[in-house]
């Protein structure tokens, strides 16, 4: 079945410019701009605002510490950009009325956007171009497996290190907090340290909870520990990375609070839409000129077939 999907058409590029992108902002807000719509009446917002997700002052500091061998075995992960964009996370703005705009079209039963003349869904294999996850190749899906087990933070943890004062301070009911074991990895550095595989799973539990799977501030769930760990056994998280990103969307739209990747779903609105911050024009935003993979040292490149293909 064809759909319309003139706003996307081929010969209109991904970003053209300050003014077509205010342009599409503005279109994009007439879309909720009916009476009674959440997004026209601030005091019922489902998302908090820009203070959703704080800057950490913590983390910069110390990937700045972090030795090259430690960076080598986040290489081999594949959690490179990644990486990058923790290093880059206090620079990064996110624009939360665009996110909310989208969230009001996110329909919770089809996992996509609807839009008034198609819908449009984030893909795995997008997800892996944006956020450099290691990709599945073609027919590797029918031998992958997975144990579920009962998760125990303090098995995982305990690699880090055993210090009962320190497992203590790292978890609290069902989360652990990242602060903690930022602070670990800070004095292992600065104590020259060899223990290079135990910083580079430690950092991991950080820059992934930060990046893909942020909850609250500096804390995630024993669940997404799991996760996170399992990506130094030669795990691949795209699905997991996705799947917790679309529940976060649907607990927005459904009134809840808002959770997942937002800095993967600003990429890929970066990719399709392109927004600008109407009532500040120096406000950073998400488009193919000028969203976090910029800090990689190179733009985001794919090709119209693959960010219309949803669309036809």
């Not at 996992?111 to 944006?130: G, V």
């Not at 098995?155 to 602060?179: E, F, R, W």
């Not at 769930?221 to 990506?231: A, D, E, M, T, V």
Request: proline residues 5%.
């Amino acid at each position: 079945m064809k759909r319309n999907y003139s706003a996307f058409a081929e010969d209109i590029p991904p970003y053209s410019g300050p003014k077509a992108a205010r342009e599409t902002h503005s279109d994009l807000k007439q879309l909720s701009a009916i009476p009674g719509h959440i997004y026209m009446r601030p005091e019922l917002q489902i998302l908090p605002g820009q203070r959703r997700f704080s800057k950490m002052p913590w983390l910069v500091p110390m990937l700045e510490l972090f030795l090259p061998m430690s960076i080598g075995h986040l290489k081999e992960w594949g959690l490179s950009t990644v990486f990058v964009l923790a290093k880059n996370y206090n620079k990064l703005v996110h624009v939360w009325e665009s996110v909310t705009a989208m969230v009001e079209l996110w329909h919770p039963q089809t996992n996509s956007f609807i839009f008034p003349e198609f819908e449009a869904t984030i893909l795995l294999e997008e997800l892996e171009i944006m956020l450099g996850l290691p990709r599945y190749q073609r027919g590797e899906e029918l031998t992958i497996s997975y144990t579920v087990e009962q998760i125990n933070s303090w098995s995982i943890l305990a690699y880090i290190t055993t210090k009962k004062n320190d497992l203590y301070s790292m978890t609290s009911g069902m989360h652990v907090h990242l602060l903690p074991i930022a602070q670990w990895i800070t004095s292992q550095c600065k104590q020259k340290t060899t223990n290079y595989t135990a910083i580079a799973k430690a950092a991991a539990i950080c820059i992934c909870g930060v990046i893909l799977f942020p909850e609250s501030d500096s804390a995630i769930s024993f669940g997404n520990l799991s996760i996170i760990y399992s990506i130094s056994e030669g795990m691949k998280i795209r699905q997991a990375v996705l799947g917790f990103l679309y529940a976060g969307l649907t607990s927005a739209a459904l009134g809840g609070t808002f959770y997942g990747s937002v800095v993967a779903l600003e990429l890929w609105m970066g990719m399709h839409i392109q927004f600008w911050a109407a009532e500040d024009p120096n406000t950073e935003c998400k488009t193919m000129l000028n969203h976090p993979l910029a800090y990689v040292g190179r733009r985001l490149h794919m090709s119209t077939q693959a960010w219309c293909k949803r669309l036809k």
